[in-house]
């Protein structure tokens, strides 16, 4: 599907360059972007009602006002579009939209639906909870996390504080929370939102989580309900379905899941990010490279410039991986220390 979607740039944008003899390149650019989103849009396939899930023994029955996408579309737009790692998006078992929203509205929420298979959570633990002291230990342990995101060359994360208290409805087994993050170093005025729900089984636990802004905190509030109520595990796989002579035990109890120690085997990659105005428009950019070259070499047009893009535009690691085919990382701090991310 990438190829296609490159291919519709290309062929676009050719066709603007040679009914034009003198080219506004930002002009150009800014169709070429149009072009591709709606080539982009137009290859998604949504459905709506009864989703089996492709792991986890559990379903979604989605209702109206709401949209499914499925697995391999999701994991292509979570790595490729949003610009998170593979291992991220690799756990995507699809993506739960509002109905009037779709993989580019910058201004809403979408939930990852994941699976994991860690066993049965026991839940003794969650009237005790004191969220206040959990939160002081998932900022102590941010510390680490941080040394390794920047190692590998992603901006920091940090908690600033709970945007939803975690509460655990124990009667139907779920838990949710939110938390409020900083992405990089420097402040931001709208910050990260990562709202969190998990679903506990008799073998896992699953997972809907909300990446967006915290202005999309609202929209994501007034839907939660409805969003709870869509997931369910099939006969025999719900927590009241659990063996203990059969059955694994998981070695979290609820104040794990919310600290996130059950994920600790992507480690720093845990946070899902929506980077919907810095990435894929970029993908277009470095294409527009391609097209220059393109324009020059094919269509022997020698005069006029070529589109350039300099490290304002793109920076090095992305524009170079794109020239590679190979997938973006996250923008640097300080290569974009002025624009906030949409996650």
Known sequence: MRNFL???????TTLQLKAQKKVDSSVVEEEAINAYADSLRGAMKYKTGLVTLSAGDAQLNVPAGFKFLGKEQSQFIIEKIYGNPPQIAAEALGMIFPEKSDILTENSYVFIVKYEDVGFIKDDDAEHMNYDDLKKQIIEDEVKTNEERKKNGYRTIHLIDWAQKPFYDKEHKVLHWAKELQVGEQPSDNNTLNYEVRILGKKGILS?????????????????????????????????????????????????????????????????LKYLAVIWKFLVVAAMAVIGFIRKKILGKKDEPSYQITTTEVPDTVSEEIAQDTPPQHPSSEEHKDTPPMV
């Open 208 to 272: 809907l989580d909300a990446v967006c802004s915290m202005s999309e905190l609202p929209l994501v509030k007034a839907d939660i309900d409805k969003v709870l109520k869509m997931a369910t595990f099939t006969e025999g796989n719900a927590y009241a379905d659990f063996d203990p002579k059969v059955d694994k035990v998981a070695a979290w109890t609820i104040g794990g899941l919310i600290a996130g120690k059950v994920l600790a085997k992507v480690g720093f990659f845990a946070v899902i």
């Open 6 to 12: 490159y291919l519709a740039v290309i062929l676009f």
